[in-house]
């Protein structure tokens, strides 16, 4: 806690009932009596803080190293913009409420929060776990980067039950420590399912020379409203701030939440990578989480229109969208356990491959045709040729991710506007 600002000033419970993170989003963390009177947190566009005297500087300087407990009551001073400021310490405390986490660290990407914590556990030897298909960021950095460090990435298919993968990894591993295991669940961009308490247990059994691998969940798609990986057995969640979080389509940042131990390594190798996110994107943060739980329920609502609409369409062949799970598929009890709503994440398959796709995109007139998603405004992309272009071809086929497939982010929008340029879009394939 900074001395810029008072952990609970305004109480974070109301006649003994605790109020939701949607009630304190405006508030929590942030004490205006320190800020001039300000209603909003100022943006703290410094680089460094003015200690007191050198005693106040070596004091705050042992808390932050670690060379000393926490004094009880004893608050973490400000000292550097690398290690925190208060517009980043309002924001971490803020997003802690909606995955009811310890703590949490931000970052200046959502590539920049998965790279430091794999980083932050992994060692030469080890063995990294992982989901497939991930986000194409995420699989590029396990196959080329970690591989230069002696670190194997071992893949596994998402949307099957995990007893039906775990002999084959388990042969993969063999005597080696498993770093992590990251689940990147619904996956990016066939909403393919992993059953997150699955893995948690799996890593128990992956237990390798008093190493336990730990559960890194990107919940981007689905979180924190949707989904909260914590509460089923998940070590670190990881988002890309820059999606939902952010939700304008307007910056770039990404954030780790979990226990305080378990984020220890992270936030302390933030620091000396410098990944952290900067005041100005924590301050722009911090206003797009007082409107998160709206902007994610129109979204979410829309989508089902558009869903439904796309799976009675002639010239759609199939459409990945959890609300369309049924009771028999394999995965549909660990939707039901681990996911609270649908997400707002649609991808589906339009006739006659690559070009039915493009004359699909081209044709878009209201839906931009843009990479990332979770914005304000529904973005379509393609992508085989784009989010998952590096994706060896054979992988790709294996995941779904064929040349017909259209990703679409349902924004905000009238929903039947969106459908509206859907229909006129599908009519050019
Ligand atoms: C699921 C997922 N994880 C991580 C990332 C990377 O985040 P960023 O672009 O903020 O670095 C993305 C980006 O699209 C993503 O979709």
């Keep these: 806690m900074s001395t810029r600002r008072s952990d609970d000033p305004h109480g974070t419970s109301l006649d003994g009932r605790k109020l939701r993170p949607e009630s304190l989003m405006m508030s929590y963390g942030y004490d ?3 800020s001039e009177g300000a ?3 100022p943006i703290f566009q410094t680089s460094t803080f003015v200690f007191e ?3 106040e500087g070596k004091a705050f300087f042992e808390v932050a190293y670690g060379l000393r407990e926490q004094g009880a009551g004893e608050a973490t ?7 925190n400021n208060p517009d980043l310490e309002v924001l971490e405390d803020r997003l802690s409420l909606w995955d009811e986490a310890e703590a949490c660290a931000s970052f200046e990407s959502g590539m920049a929060a998965i790279a430091t914590t794999l980083l ?3 060692r030469p030897g080890d063995a990294i776990l992982y989901s497939t298909p991930v986000y194409g960021g995420s699989d590029h950095l396990l196959h080329h980067f970690f591989l230069q460090y002696g670190i194997q990435a071992i893949g596994f298919t998402a949307g099957v039950p995990i007893s039906r993968v775990e002999p084959d990894l388990v042969r993969a591993v063999g005597d080696r420590p498993v770093a992590a295991i990251l689940i990147e669940t619904p996956a990016n961009p066939t909403n393919a399912l992993v059953d997150i308490r699955g893995v948690a247990d799996l890593a128990q059994r992956l237990e390798r020379h008093g190493r336990r691998p730990m559960v890194v969940v990107d919940n981007t798609f689905l979180g924190p409203l949707w989904q909260q990986p914590l509460k089923h057995g998940a070590d670190l969640v990881v988002y890309s701030a820059t999606k939902f979080l952010g939700g304008h389509s307007d910056l770039i940042a990404g954030a780790v939440l979990g226990s305080r131990e378990a984020l220890a390594p992270v936030r302390a190798l933030r620091t000396f990578l410098g990944t ?6 924590g301050w722009l943060l911090l206003r797009s989480l007082e409107t998160l739980k709206m902007r994610m329920t129109a979204s979410m609502k829309n989508a089902r229109y558009v869903a439904d609409f796309l799976r009675d369409h002639p010239r759609v062949r199939k459409v990945h969208y959890l609300g369309h799970l049924e009771s028999d598929h394999p995965l549909y009890e660990v939707y039901r356990r681990q996911c609270t709503a649908p997400g707002s994440l649609i991808a589906f398959e339009v006739e006659d491959g690559e070009a039915g796709a ?3 995109l081209n044709s878009l007139r209201l839906v931009k045709l843009a990479v990332s998603l979770g914005g304000t405004e529904s ?3 393609h992508p085989c040729s784009m989010t998952h272009a590096d994706v060896p071809a054979e992988a790709k086929e294996r995941f779904g991710i064929t040349a017909g497939l259209v990703r679409l982010s349902v924004g905000v929008e009238h929903y039947e506007d969106i459908v509206g340029d859907v229909a006129q879009a599908l009519a050019a394939v």
Excluded: D, N, Q, V
């Excluded at 952290?276 to 994107?281: D, I, K, V």
């Design 39 to 41: 209603i909003k947190c």
């Design 77 to 83: 001073g400000l000292i550097y913009s690398r290690l």
């Design 120 to 122: 932050a556990y992994a």
């Design 358 to 360: 493009f004359r699909f």
């Design 53 to 55: 005297s050198a005693e």
């Design 379 to 381: 973005l379509a992309e």
């Design 276 to 281: 952290m996110a900067s005041p100005w994107t």
């Design 32 to 34: 205006p009596r320190l």
